[in-house]
């Protein structure tokens, strides 16, 4: 069984950086999807990065500023936030898939069979 604990939200200011834990569990990585989501109140759930396998693949909204990473030995997959803005206000969770989807679907939550609870960012102006 795969499972995934996010760790790491929290209240911060306009311009600061946060890093965000997803212990993943029951994953081989080098074959499978992990993606970070967000969902802010009232609207969609929007991909913010993802691995496929070894691959990294961001949203438009937060490349540049966000990066994701993955400590093999810890099961970790992390997501480095700098530079953050109110809009990145939202709970941020974790979605894994046991294979490598496609890059066109990684945005879309039901290609995805394992989910954390989230950790919700504030960013305050």
């Known amino acids: 069984q795969v499972q995934l604990t996010e760790s790491g939200g929290g209240l911060v200011q306009v311009g600061d950086s946060l890093r965000l834990s997803c212990i993943v569990s029951g994953l081989n990585f080098d074959t499978g999807t992990v993606a970070w989501f967000r969902q802010a109140p009232g609207k969609v759930p929007e991909l913010v990065a993802a691995?496929?396998?070894?691959?990294?693949y961001y949203g438009d909204s937060v490349r540049g500023r966000f990066t994701i990473s993955r400590v093999n030995a810890e099961n970790t997959v992390l997501l480095e936030m700098n530079n953050l803005r109110p809009e990145d206000t939202a709970n941020y969770y974790c979605?894994?898939?046991?294979?490598?989807?496609?890059?066109?679907?990684?945005?879309?939550?039901?290609?995805?069979?394992?989910w954390g609870q989230g950790t919700q960012v504030t960013v305050s102006s």
């Open positions: 979605r894994a898939s046991r294979s490598k989807l496609r890059p066109g679907i990684i945005g879309f939550e039901r290609y995805y069979n394992y």
């Open positions: 691995f496929i396998g070894d691959t990294a």
